[in-house]
């Protein structure tokens, strides 16, 4: 596993530049936010929210990306339907007790409930995660274990194309990415958690 600063380190030494530290760090965490929003072996994860008392919704994980599968703890966990917000809105201006939540949305950043939650009730959540955002030089996450290649290419790509202005360079990093993230991709469908493939467009 690299560290953050052993890939900049590394990344300067290809590129044969001593004079792009910022710059490099830029283009890593770039690289990461840029392939960060797929679901990938490790960032698939679970937790568990709590409902309060008449307040209809509950603010979703701070690291959320994608919604897998949302329960509600009543004696046994039931999944929520998830449904559009006019649904939902509409639904609760004509009925506006409280009871045990049976569907819920996405909307501003929280899951908005439907009924309104009549108790506390867990929420057991199964999403997609972002992972802690590099900093320090001894930082180090999973997008430097298996990724770090990826990372590295796409972070170089970067760099020819808006820093070192080489078009045919930049033309070679995404190649060589091109064929890293086709491996990956193919890792990733054995082993995330959906059991099928699932498109992702650019």
Request: negative net charge; hydrophobic residues 35%; proline residues 3%.
């Amino acid at each position: 596993m690299a560290t953050y600063l052993e890939t900049q380190t590394r990344i300067a030494n290809e590129l044969n530049r001593s004079n792009l530290s910022d710059e490099i760090k830029l283009a890593i965490l770039s690289a990461i936010e840029y392939y960060g929003k797929r679901r990938w072996w490790f960032n698939e994860t679970s937790a568990t929210l709590a409902t309060v008392g008449s307040t209809a919704y509950v603010a979703l994980p701070s690291d959320f990306i994608e919604m897998d599968r949302l329960e509600i703890t009543n004696t046994t966990n039931t999944p929520l339907k998830p449904v559009d917000i006019n649904d939902l809105l509409s639904w609760r201006s004509n009925n506006t007790t409280t009871n045990v939540p049976t569907d819920y949305c996405l909307y501003q950043n929280r899951i908005e409930l439907y009924p309104t939650p009549n108790a506390v009730y867990s929420l057991p959540i199964h999403y997609v995660k972002s992972l802690t955002v590099l900093s320090a030089d001894t930082d180090t996450n999973l997008w430097l274990t298996d990724m770090e290649e990826l990372v590295r290419l796409h972070a170089k790509k970067d760099l020819y194309a808006n820093k070192i202005r080489d078009t045919n360079s930049a033309k070679d990093m995404q190649a060589l990415e091109d064929s890293v993230l086709l491996r990956l991709e193919s890792l990733n469908q054995r082993r995330v958690g959906t059991g099928r493939t699932r498109a992702y467009y650019l």
